[in-house]
């Protein structure tokens, strides 16, 4: 399995990040319309209808802001130039193998590659016919693979199983 161009990951997912923003600027838009619409004045005393609308419109114009900064900061991250043998550092992509649990053969294994960045966690983009997910560094997976080289092996332990990772290449 060949890796994409780092550079072209990050394209990737600076574009679902400008999606999401577009996406979440309209909700916002549209809920901070809806609090200050004449048919979401209150009734009542009781009557929170319009109050709970402008919570969740700022709550909402706060994830713009906060993804108008990730897409921002990713343009300027600095992207990994691993050479061989060197360890896993943030901006790198990875190739990792893990065993599948119960497998009997190591050919069993789960072939994944990761994008270490520390905006867009849990993105998964497809680059250049490859299926890369986004991890941030802090995270179990991104933690774990910090510092590690390729022929690494270590254990994580996923979605309730522990598995044996194999770190393949880096990019």
Known sequence: MGLPASSAVRDALGAALERALETMAAAARETREGATHEDSRAEGDKDMRST???????????????????????????????????????????????????????????????????????????????EVIVVAPSSPVGSALLGKRVSDTFELRTRGASREWIVRAVG
């Not at 709970?52 to 802001?65: C, F, H, I, N």
């Open 52 to 130: 709970e609308q402008s919570y969740l419109a700022r709550g909402q114009a706060m994830r713009v802001e906060d993804l108008i900064e990730q897409i921002q900061r990713l343009r300027v991250f600095p992207l990994a130039n691993l050479e061989p043998g060197a360890a896993i550092v943030a901006g790198a992509l990875v190739h990792v193998e893990m065993d599948e649990p119960g497998a009997a053969d190591r050919r069993a294994g789960a072939q994944r590659v990761y994008f270490l960045v520390p905006y867009g966690g849990g993105t998964v983009l497809h680059v250049d016919g490859t």
